[in-house]
């Protein structure tokens, strides 16, 4: 005879089960040291967004302890002619509706992205519905104003930060990656550690959607790779190599082969592909 139990528990159960998985999924910010903001500093409309927007983020620098800096809504797109320099004990916030948009004829050095890190602590990058966006046709099709590269991405981080969150943003025709975390090029090979990428939507970049060319501790969720085309590899997400990483889950796309060139190629056409994928460990090539 089989056990009666009654459709309630079933139910009970399932919650149970459920609320499980989501603490499960998000266990890793329970492991987020940083504070959340004490002061906010709100950008003041500018028609160069970068002079803005950098004060605001020198202002917070300035500032003991956490703050949050808001660039609001208004209506118009922020034109930033020059990198971003990020601080520590900062969150960065894009209103629903904001673009920051590199300006034409800015950014022609090979190296030049929209926002960089100085190897800091306890940053985040927030925008739904925000969108980084860069000129991706414009530096392939003027070589003349544009230096050829693959190095301009919407969002690097690559001098060793640590505690990195970026959530809810649209990377767009970046002339490299929409978001690229790698070597500490000034010497000391510090890999970035604990960075979340959460609900992110990389289109129309040039080489890839997301690149990890070496870090420590990595978690990407639910993200949107696409339309990524240009130059090689020319795919959603590359990380380099894969040996060494621990998998807490398995890859979403499994089924298109578990190495990392496969799961580039399974994104590299006009299709899109969601997917998730937690990763844990060194993720590192050579410099
Ligand atoms: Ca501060």
Known sequence: MRPFIPLALLFVIALVTTTS????????????????????????????????????????????GPDKVII???????????????????????????????????????????????????????????????????????????????????????????????????????????IYVGWDTRGAARPCRHVWIRDVTCRDNLRQGISITYADGVTIENCLLTRTAGNNPGGGWTLSPTAGITRSRPWRFASAGSSTMRAVACLSTWSACRWRIREAGLITSSP
């Not at 266990?27 to 004490?38: A, M, Q, T, V």
Request: net charge negative; proline share 5%; hydrophobic share 35%.
């Open 21 to 64: 998985a989501q603490q499960g999924e998000r266990g890793e910010e329970d492991e987020w040291p940083c504070s959340p903001p004490r002061s906010v500093i709100i950008v003041k409309w500018a028609e160069d967004a970068s002079k803005a927007i950098q004060a605001a983020i020198d202002q917070a620098a300035a500032t003991p």
């Open 72 to 178: 609001p809504h208004v209506g118009n797109p922020w034109i930033a002619s020059e990198t971003l320099n990020l601080c520590g004990e900062l969150t960065l916030e894009f209103e629903p509706g904001v673009v920051l948009w590199a300006k034409q004829g800015k950014f022609d050095d090979k190296n030049h992205c929209l926002i960089k890190d100085e190897g800091v602590e306890c940053v985040t990058l927030r925008g739904y519905v925000g969108t980084l966006r860069m000129r991706k046709h414009d530096y392939m099709m003027d070589t003349e104003t544009y230096e050829p590269s693959e190095w301009r991405h919407c969002v690097k981080f690559n001098f060793g930060s640590e505690y990195v969150r970026i959530l809810g943003l649209t990377m767009e025709c970046a002339g490299g990656d929409g």
